[in-house]
């Protein structure tokens, strides 16, 4: 079993930084992807940043030049750094991550969830 665990959330005062962290644990082969979601009250939940075990990263267009997605492979772990908050950035993040286990089946999972909140 693999299990998320997110870590960084708080509130921020608008124009500030946050930095989000993920660990991944358990036992399985590699993670292919990890990528941070968030869901606003009300909102469906939407793709912030990914990246790939190669480092390839893609960002959504709301955050483009304000966060940052990086991962450290031999810690199983990823960051989101976002930077220039704003208000509209409030929302609950999820780590996630699509992991291939040892018989090289590939699953996804999330973690529990980090609050952000960012005052005006």
């Known amino acids: 079993q693999v299990q998320l665990v997110e870590s960084g959330g708080g509130l921020v005062q608008a124009g500030g930084s946050l930095r989000l962290s993920c660990v991944a644990s358990?036992?399985?082969?590699?993670?292919?992807?990890m990528s941070w979601y968030r869901q606003a009250p009300g909102k469906q939940r939407e793709l912030v940043a990914t990246?790939?075990?190669?480092?390839?990263?893609d960002y959504a267009d709301s955050v483009k030049g304000r966060f940052t997605i990086s991962r450290d492979n031999a810690k199983n772990t990823t960051a989101l750094q976002m930077n220039k908050l704003a208000p509209e950035d409030t929302a609950v993040y999820y780590c996630?991550?699509?992991?291939?286990?040892?018989?090289?089946?590939?699953?996804?999972?999330w973690g529990q969830g980090t609050q952000v909140t960012v005052s005006s």
């Open positions: 996630n991550a699509d992991v291939t286990n040892h018989q090289l089946y590939t699953y996804r999972y």
């Open positions: 990246i790939t075990s190669g480092g390839t990263t």
């Open positions: 358990g036992s399985f082969f590699s993670i292919v992807r």
